[in-house]
C-alpha cells in the first residue's frame, strides 16, 4: 500500500501525479545511496582494479598497468588453488553439519506453542547468533585444547592416555563454523516449517503413514525452500570466515581468508591479496549461484 | 487430544545436542571469567570475581571494550538514520528501480566481511582522505555492515503499516510531516528502535570487517581478544567476554518485548 493506492477513490492519482509523488521521495534515499556509492561501490571497484596491477611489494596505489598476473599464479600454484578446494570442502561439510543439527532445533521451536517458552528459545538462539564470533571460539577453544575441558575430562575417566586432536586442524575449524552459523540455519528454517499446514501431516497420519513416514514424504519435501536458503547462507558464511580458521585451525589449515590476511599483512603484496580478495568473493558467488540454479530446477522453482 | 509431543524422540535429542553446541562455549566463557584460578579446570576451583576486577582495571580490555562501545553508539546512529530514511523510499517509491536498489542496499552483508574491510582500507589509502587507521574510518565500516539490518527492519514494520492512518491525519488538516511524524514514526517507533539494537549488536561484535580498519591505538574488543587468545586464555578475557555476552542478551530480551521475533525472523 502507498498513499497513492490509499487515495479515495474520488481523486485518482494520474500516472504523472504518481512519477511525481516517486520523484519527491528521492531525498529520503539519497543519502543512503550516495553513502554506498563512495564508500562500498568505488572502494569494492578499486579492490578488483588493484588485483589486475602487478605484484609490487609494498605498493598499494592502484596504476593503469593492468595485467591478469596475480590470477595466473593463483590458479597454477597448489598453495593457492588447494586453499580454494579446501574453502569449498569446509564449507560443504559445515552446510550439511549445520543442517543436520539445526533442522531439528527448528523443528522444535516452529512447533512449540506456548508463547513464553517459544519466545525464551528464539531469544537463545538470537543472542548466540548476535555475540561476538571471538568469545565463542575463546570458549570452543577453552573445551577442545589439547589439554581443554573434553580432553582433561576424557583423561580423567581413563578412556584416553594422550590428548585427542580436537582443534588446530580442520575437523576444529568445522566444529567451530557449525557453532557459528548454527542460528542462521535454525532462523532460516523455523519461518517455513512454521507455514507447513500441520493438517497435512495429519491426513499422512490418519491415512496410515507412519511418523517417519510422514516426516520424510511430506515435512522434508515441503521444507525444500528453508533448507535450501539455510544452507546457502552457511555454505557463503564459511567460505568467507577468517576469524574461525585462523583461531581453531591455529593457522595451520590454509583456507583462502588466512591467505588474504597473510599476503596483506606478511607479505606486503596487496596486489596478489586483492586477487585472492577477488577470487573469494567470485568463488562463494559462483557456487551460491549453481547451487541456486540447480535446486531451483530440482524443487520445480519453488524456492 | 493430542496424546503424542508433536516433535519425535530422535529429534527433541538433536535439538538438545544443536542447543548444546550454541550454549555451551558460552558457559564456558562465563566460567572461565568466574573462575577462581589461573586457568579453568573441571571442576571448577571455585567462583570468585578477580578476573571480573582484573578486567575493570585492565589497560588492554577496558579501553577495547569502551571503544567498541564508542563505535558500535555512532554507526548505529547513522545506520538508522540513513537506513529508515531509505527504507521509507523503498515502501513508499513506485518506481521500479526500488526491487534493484533494495538489493544494492543488502550487498555488504553478502560481501565477505575480510573483503569488504580490505577494500576500504585500500580506497582509504590510495585516495589519500585521511580515514586510514582512523575511528571515522572504522565507524564507515561499521555503518556499511549495520544499514542493511535496518533497512531490513524497516521495512518489514512499513509493509504491514496502514496507510490510511496518516492519510486520515492529512485530510483532518496535518501537514504531510506532522502526519508521518505524529502516525506513522509513533507506529514503526518500536521497529526503528528494535532494529538499532540489532545495528548496534552487529556493530559491536563486528570482527572481520575491523580487521584491517582497527590498529594497536583503536582496538574494539573483539580484535583485542583475539590478539590475546592467540597466545592464552587470558581470563581477564573471559571476564570482559562476560560484560558483551550480558549486553547481547539485555539487547534480545528489550527487542522481543519491541517486536515480534516470530514476524522479524520466522518467515
Known amino acids: 500500500m502507498t498513499i497513492a493506492d490509499a487515495r479515495p477513490a474520488g481523486r485518482p492519482l494520474s500516472l504523472a501525479g504518481r512519477v511525481r509523488s516517486s520523484f519527491r521521495l528521492w531525498w529520503l534515499v539519497a543519502p543512503a545511496f550516495a553513502f554506498f556509492i563512495v564508500f562500498f561501490v568505488v572502494p569494492v571497484a578499486s579492490l578488483f582494479a588493484l588485483s589486475l596491477n602487478p605484484a609490487r611489494p609494498g605498493m598499494i596505489a592502484v596504476t593503469s598497468h593492468f595485467t591478469l598476473a596475480n590470477f595466473i599464479l593463483i590458479f597454477t600454484h597448489p598453495l593457492f588453488y588447494d586453499a580454494i578446494f579446501r574453502s569449498l570442502g569446509i564449507a560443504a561439510v559445515v552446510a550439511f553439519a549445520a543442517l543436520i543439527l539445526g533442522y531439528p532445533l527448528a523443528y522444535l521451536i516452529a512447533k512449540t506453542e506456548h508463547p513464553g517458552r517459544n519466545t525464551f528459545l528464539m531469544i537463545l538462539v538470537l543472542s548466540s547468533m548476535q555475540l561476538d564470533m571471538v568469545i565463542r571460539m575463546y570458549g570452543l577453544m577453552v573445551l577442545m585444547g589439547d589439554n581443554g575441558l573434553i580432553n582433561q575430562m576424557l583423561k580423567d575417566a581413563g578412556l584416553i592416555n594422550h590428548s585427542l586432536p580436537l582443534m588446530y586442524n580442520m575437523f576444529g575449524i568445522v566444529v567451530g563454523l557449525v557453532q557459528v552459523t548454527l542460528p542462521f540455519m535454525v532462523l532460516s528454517l523455523i519461518g517455513i516449517i512454521r507455514s507447513v499446514n500441520p493438517s497435512l501431516e495429519e491426513a499422512a497420519r490418519s491415512l496410515g503413514a507412519s511418523r517417519r513416514q510422514a516426516m520424510m514424504l511430506i515435512m522434508l519435501p515441503l521444507s525444500m525452500p528453508g533448507i535450501l536458503a539455510g544452507t546457502i547462507l552457511v555454505f557463503a558464511l564459511s567460505v568467507s570466515s577468517y576469524v574461525v580458521p585462523a583461531l581453531m585451525g591455529g593457522w595451520q589449515v590454509f583456507v583462502l581468508p588466512i591467505h588474504i590476511y597473510q599476503q596483506i599483512a606478511q607479505t606486503g603484496n596487496w596486489q596478489l591479496g586483492a586477487a585472492l580478495a577477488v577470487v573469494l568473493f567470485v568463488t562463494s558467488l559462483a557456487v551460491v549461484a549453481v547451487y541456486h540454479f540447480s535446486a531451483a530446477k530440482s524443487s520445480g522453482g519453488r524456492t | ?267
Open chain 2, 1 to 267: 487430544m493430542r496424546t503424542e509431543s508433536p516433535t519425535p524422540f530422535l529429534f527433541k535429542l538433536i535439538a538438545i545436542l544443536a542447543l548444546a553446541v550454541l550454549l555451551v562455549p558460552v558457559i564456558v566463557v562465563i566460567l572461565a571469567g568466574l573462575n577462581a584460578g589461573n586457568y579453568l579446570a573441571f571442576p571448577p576451583q571455585g567462583l570468585s570475581l578477580r578476573w571480573v576486577a582484573a578486567f575493570l582495571t585492565s589497560s588492554i580490555f577496558l579501553p577495547a571494550f569502551g571503544v567498541s562501545f564508542l563505535v558500535a553508539i555512532i554507526a548505529t546512529l547513522f545506520a538508522t538514520v540513513l537506513g529508515t530514511m531509505a527504507a521509507i523510499y523503498l515502501t513508499r517509491s513506485e518506481s521500479r528501480l526500488k526491487h534493484v536498489l533494495r538489493g544494492f542496499f543488502l550487498l555488504p552483508i553478502i560481501l565477505p566481511g575480510i573483503v569488504l574491510g580490505l577494500s576500504l582500507y585500500v580506497f582509504y589509502i590510495s585516495a589519500n582522505i585521511g580515514l586510514a587507521r582512523t575511528l571515522p574510518g572504522l565507524i564507515i565500516g561499521h555503518v556499511l555492515v549495520t544499514c542493511p539490518f535496518v533497512i531490513v527492519t524497516v521495512t518489514a514494520a512499513l509493509v504491514t503499516f496502514d496507510n490510511s492512518l496518516e492519510e486520515a491525519a492529512r485530510s483532518l488538516g496535518a501537514s504531510p510531516f506532522t502526519a508521518f511524524r505524529l502516525i506513522t514514526l509513533r507506529i514503526i517507533g518500536p521497529a526503528i528502535s528494535a532494529s538499532s539494537i540489532f545495528a548496534f549488536i552487529v556493530s559491536f561484535g563486528q570482527f572481520e570487517v575491523t580487521l584491517f580498519l582497527s590498529t594497536p591505538n583503536i582496538q574494539t574488543l573483539p580484535i583485542a581478544m583475539y590478539v590475546s587468545l592467540r597466545y592464552s586464555f587470558e581470563p581477564t578475557a573471559a571476564a570482559a567476554g562476560i560484560f558483551a555476552i550480558l549486553l547481547v542478551v539485555t539487547s534480545m530480551v528489550v527487542s522481543a518485548k519491541l517486536i515480534s521475533l516470530k514476524r522479524a525472523f520466522g518467515t
